[in-house]
């Protein structure tokens, strides 16, 4: 079936530090993917997204490209801050039909100063 | 900013007692979603709404869950009886159309002792 696996966390950094989750999927097809940002006690806020293959989804200086070959849509940035600290969930969806989100089970990042 | 609302944030249960969350979608989004996120996991759809309509609602314990969406506008989720398993944050969502990116609310965290 469809899936997302990500990177188990957590991530701990520095403040300015390069960031790297790593987020693979298995699908049958070609799905849009997504990440998500989930900040303490709130719901999920879309970061950035990709339709299709080799798109490069961008977003508050984060980027993950849409990786056929190796099914995966790793997310990036260059210098995290404190205030990047959260949960980040990887997800894809198909388009047509009445297609859910299907997501990953998060990764926590822990920014220190 | 047009948010998607959700009441209550917090709700403590006993265990056997019935209990109910209430979500408003934003204005013109035909498509609403609930789903359930236990701690550590990522969410899961329970059940998806095309206006007044159901169109999947595979992962719903029928047993004991129900939704509804009467007027094709604000949607209930309810659990009777609650079970000690079913504390979790509940996170509805909404969408223009089927398909497109989602926009989450605050969701509920149910804790149910």
């Known amino acids: 079936g469809n899936s997302v696996t990500q990177m188990e966390g957590p991530v701990t950094l520095s403040e300015e530090a390069f960031l790297t989750i790593n987020c693979t999927y298995t699908?049958?097809?070609?799905?849009?993917l997504f990440w998500y940002v989930q900040y303490p006690g709130e719901g999920l806020q879309l970061l950035l997204k990709a339709t299709k293959a080799d798109d490069k989804g961008s977003n508050k200086g984060f980027e993950a490209t849409y990786r056929k070959e190796t099914t995966s849509f790793h997310l990036e940035k260059g210098s995290v801050q404190v205030s990047d600290s959260a949960v980040y969930f990887c997800?894809?969806?198909?388009?047509?039909?009445?297609?859910?989100?299907?997501f990953g089970a998060g990764t926590r990042l822990a920014v220190h100063p | 900013e047009a948010e998607v609302a959700q009441s209550p944030r917090y709700k403590i249960t006993e265990k056997s007692q019935a209990v109910a969350f209430w979500c408003d979608p934003i204005s013109g989004h035909a498509t609403l979603y609930w789903y359930r996120q236990i701690l550590g996991q990522g969410p899961e759809l329970l059940v998806q709404f095309q206006d007044e309509s159901v169109v999947d609602d595979s992962q719903l314990p029928k047993d004991r869950f129900s939704a509804e969406r009467l007027k094709g506008v604000d949607s209930t989720l309810k659990i009777q009886p609650a079970e000690l398993g079913d504390s979790a944050m509940y996170l509805c969502a909404s969408s223009f159309r089927d398909r497109g990116s989602y926009t989450f609310g605050s969701g509920t965290r149910l804790t149910v002792v």
């Open positions: 699908a049958t097809g070609y799905p849009s």
């Open positions: 997800a894809l969806r198909f388009s047509g039909g009445y297609n859910k989100l299907i």
